[in-house]
């Protein structure tokens, strides 16, 4: 593994241009030798570009769940019935705590999502037209950061972020 300023200094991008995503930052190491390295590239410029030009003031602090997901996510006859699995739950920023269930859930069931927004929002201060403006680079950040470690530790997680990487970057 490379370190990624020497990753970033080959696609001649400088390190420290790299912005912080969600509550977390980058990871400090990056695959150097596979095939989607100008895949993730495109979308590190994406998420550049986004990035600079996106308002992120008024991002709504809050309890979050920090771990979003639809096995977290209890439903019945097409409806919410409940949350679980609080243990790491705490406060942050609301819109980055429920970008996994974004990218994992939502964007194959708009249904499903109008539904738990219907819901979220009677409890929580997201103002959806925001969430929506801010929500590309917000997957983009998430999709980068997951792939910069899971390519050793998880592959299976890192080409299910590729595989949705592959339909965010080019909409």
Same mark, same amino acid.
């Given at each position: @593994? +490379?370190?990624? /300023?020497?990753?970033?200094?080959?696609?001649?991008?400088?390190?420290?241009?790299?912005?912080?995503?969600? !509550? =977390?930052?980058?990871?400090? =190491?990056?695959?150097?030798?596979?095939?989607?390295?100008?895949?993730?590239?495109? $979308?590190?410029?994406?998420?550049?570009?986004?990035?600079?030009?996106?308002?992120?003031? !008024?991002?709504?602090?809050?309890?979050? =769940?920090?771990?979003?997901?639809? +096995?977290?996510?209890?439903?019945?006859?097409?409806?919410?019935?409940?949350? %679980?699995?609080?243990?790491?739950?705490?406060?942050?920023?609301?819109?980055?705590?429920? %970008?996994?269930?974004?990218?994992?859930?939502?964007?194959?069931?708009? $249904?499903? $999502?109008?539904?738990?927004?219907?819901?979220?929002?009677?409890?929580?201060?997201?103002?959806?037209?925001?969430?929506?403006?801010? @929500?590309?680079?917000?997957?983009?950040?998430?999709?980068?950061?997951?792939?910069?470690?899971?390519?050793?530790?998880? #592959?299976?997680?890192?080409?299910? !972020?590729?595989?949705?990487? #592959?339909?965010?970057? /080019?909409?």
């Amino acid at each position: @593994m +490379r370190l990624i /300023d020497e990753v970033f200094k080959e696609l001649k991008m400088e390190a420290s241009n790299v912005m912080p995503v969600g !509550n =977390h930052e980058l990871k400090r =190491h990056l695959v150097y030798k596979f095939e989607d390295r100008n895949l993730l590239k495109r $979308a590190y410029d994406e998420y550049q570009r986004l990035f600079d030009k996106t308002d992120f003031t !008024n991002m709504p602090f809050g309890f979050c =769940h920090n771990d979003f997901d639809s +096995r977290n996510v209890m439903i019945k006859n097409g409806k919410i019935t409940g949350i %679980i699995d609080f243990e790491i739950s705490g406060y942050g920023y609301i819109e980055n705590d429920l %970008i996994n269930l974004q990218r994992k859930v939502f964007c194959k069931d708009k $249904a499903l $999502a109008q539904a738990f927004f219907e819901g979220y929002c009677q409890y929580s201060k997201l103002d959806m037209s925001l969430y929506a403006a801010r @929500m590309k680079v917000n997957l983009l950040g998430d999709v980068i950061e997951n792939c910069s470690w899971a390519y050793n530790q998880a #592959k299976t997680y890192f080409d299910e !972020n590729i595989d949705f990487l #592959k339909t965010l970057i /080019d909409c």
